[in-house]
């Protein structure tokens, strides 16, 4: 029993001793039979042709540098993408996009008509409907005034010293019927050459009608809506649209665009009698539908933001990889550097 015990004890320092021994093999170099060292064999490439291992060092460090290259390149190209979306995003947000939408009605409300007929003479004035004017009943004579009138006297916003007397005239409103107002006007003789009666166009005539100031009011209006003027002789069909446009502080500004058309009259009267001018004009809305414009900002912060991200995201993945191959050419270099000692060796 205590000889096996013993025979086991013995094969166990047998075996430390042949590994220990093995260990002290493996950390000698090889050697000839002169004592001199042998040739390392290179494990990657299974050669020991020195000048073969270094141009595969060198390979792979062109390789790194030509990857860390690329990716570099990759990083400006992100840089400039950031900077573009960052410069598109404040652009569109110094220039909205206009946007345009009808909106239909049925009635509008009755729009301000304020005519300027100085010395001429309003004669009649009557509601239409259907785009129907029936025939002139003796004509250049006072007729019927069926509209809501009302005169005011306001200095001029312009030259502040002179006054201006102003017709003002309640708009058509059903739009659906096709209502339209006819007004005649006659003048005497006059010395001018041209004679024409102006008007101007104004959103509402019930805030005129219900101003404190009404000369105040008209003299504001006027400073920030277009005169316009018919001509004697001829029958002027004004068709009337309305734009409103939303401003940037919030507030609306609403604009009346206009089509006119000319036809001439054919004056029957009596020789006696044409030396007093006609004036005749007609107001009425073109179409059911009031154009809203306003400002559009096309930018989305969203889209920019997901943009960014995308961005930095490729950066920092471009940046760790950059890392990676520097840290990777380090390790080339020192097992380059390990390896010199060795070749020196080899020649020597």
């Known amino acids: 029993m205590y000889s096996r015990g013993g025979d086991l004890n013995d094969e166990t320092e047998r075996d430390t001793q042949s590994g220990e021994l093995q260990e002290d093999l493996d950390d000698l170099e090889p050697q000839d039979s002169n ?191 277009s005169i316009w003027t018919f001509s004697g002789g001829f029958r002027t069909w004004v068709k009337m649209s309305l734009v409103k446009t939303s401003e940037k502080d919030g507030g609306e500004s609403v604009e009346f665009r206009q089509e006119s058309s000319v036809v001439k009259y054919s004056d029957q009267r009596p020789d006696s009698e044409k030396g007093n001018e006609l004036f005749f004009v007609v107001f009425e809305w073109r179409d059911p539908f009031i154009q809203e414009v306003r400002d559009i900002i096309t930018a989305n912060p969203w889209n920019t933001i997901a943009s960014l991200c995308g961005v930095f995201l490729a950066l920092f993945k471009a940046a760790d990889f950059a890392k990676l191959s520097v840290k990777w050419m380090i390790k080339i270099r020192k097992r380059h550097l390990k390896r010199n000692p060795r070749e020196m060796n080899q020649v020597t």
Do not use: W
């Open 35 to 225: 004592g001199s060292a042998l040739p390392v064999v290179d494990d990657e490439t299974g050669s020991n042709n020195p000048s073969m291992r270094f141009s595969k060092a060198c390979l792979k460090n062109v390789f790194s540098v030509f990857l860390i290259f690329i990716y570099l390149l990759l990083m400006a190209v992100a840089v400039f993408l950031a900077y573009q979306t960052i410069t598109d995003f404040r652009e569109k947000l110094k220039h909205p996009v206009m946007s345009v939408r009808y909106k239909k009605v049925d009635r509008f409300e009755a729009p301000g008509i304020a005519l300027y007929p100085g010395k001429a003479q309003l004669l009649s004035c009557k509601h239409h409907y259907h785009d129907h004017i029936p025939p002139l009943v003796n004509p250049g004579q006072l007729g019927e005034v069926q509209c809501l009138t009302d005169r005011i006297n306001y200095t001029d916003p312009y030259t502040n010293h002179t006054m201006k007397q102003a017709l003002i005239v309640k708009g058509p409103t059903d739009v659906r019927k096709r209502e339209l107002i006819f007004l005649q006007f006659h003048q005497n003789e006059t010395e001018q050459d041209f004679s024409a009666i102006g008007y101007l166009l104004f959103f509402s005539y019930q805030e005129f009608s219900d101003s404190p100031d009404k000369a105040q009011f008209m003299k504001d209006t006027e400073s920030s809506y």
